[in-house]
């Protein structure tokens, strides 16, 4: 309700959170390869990773819109706000992933209780920074588009 108040749009906050099952399938993989378990650690940094994700989409959906109010068509708007926004996305990222290393890696006593809390946060960023990337602009183009008018058959 309060992405629906902020873009005043319906549709606009279905697409960003359609981030968070992305995200969450990148956790899934993470956890899976490595061997981790849903725990109360890991379902932590699904919150963490949520909160992130939504904000990435958050900036690159209020972008858009700022764009097109100054004018810009809809292609247009996605295409400056995929490049002004892509490197505090990226770089969002990439401080989170390398911070999270080393508790990952589980140096130190007890480190391997804490390691699926980094384990789903790093997984689920890798999946789902990308894929916001490609997914937010991709949804906000189809639901931007004026719906075509079929032609009426019969009488």
Not at 40 to 46: A, E, K, Q, R
Not at 75 to 102: K, N
Request: aromatic share 6%; net charge positive.
């Amino acid at each position: 309700l309060i992405l629906a108040a902020q873009f005043e749009s319906l549709l606009q906050p279905l697409i960003v959170l359609f981030t968070i099952p992305v995200a969450l399938s990148g956790v899934a993989m993470a956890l899976a390869v490595t061997g981790s378990s849903l725990n109360l650690l890991s379902l932590t940094g699904c919150i963490v990773l949520v909160g992130i994700v939504v904000n990435d989409a958050i900036v690159k959906v209020d972008f858009i819109n700022r764009s097109l109010s100054r004018g810009l068509t809809v292609r247009e708007a996605i295409q400056v706000a995929g490049r002004d926004r892509l490197r505090p996305i990226v770089m969002t990222t990439v401080t989170t992933v390398f911070g999270l290393v080393p508790l990952a890696l589980g140096f130190g006593e007890g480190a391997s209780l804490r390691a699926p809390l980094a384990i789903a946060i790093i997984g689920g960023l890798s999946v789902g920074s990308p894929m916001t990337l490609i997914v937010v602009p991709s949804l906000y183009e189809f639901v931007a588009q004026p719906r075509l008018k079929r032609p009426c058959y019969g009488a």
